[in-house]
């Protein structure tokens, strides 16, 4: 499965990658690619994975996320 995410408060490639970093601990997730220009994480996942926990994993992280589309 693949999730769209819309995710705000990224400025830089270490913000990217700090996101892309506690995306893909999240359990189920299998592939995490973020584009800082679209503000995108496109997330694919095991059918189980939480998209509540994708979203709490972001925010710890001290972004925003929600389901893009």
Not at 2 to 9: F, N, R, Y
Not at 42 to 60: C, F, I, P, R, Y
């Amino acid at each position: 499965m693949k999730t769209k995410l819309k995710i705000t408060g990224m400025s830089c490639s270490g913000c990217s990658d700090a996101v892309e970093r506690v995306l893909s601990r999240v359990d189920g997730v299998q592939e995490v690619e973020i584009s800082l220009d679209t503000g995108e994480a496109q997330v694919t996942h095991e059918d189980g994975a939480s998209l509540e926990n994708m979203v709490g994993a972001v925010a710890k992280a001290g972004y925003s996320a929600e389901a893009d589309g």
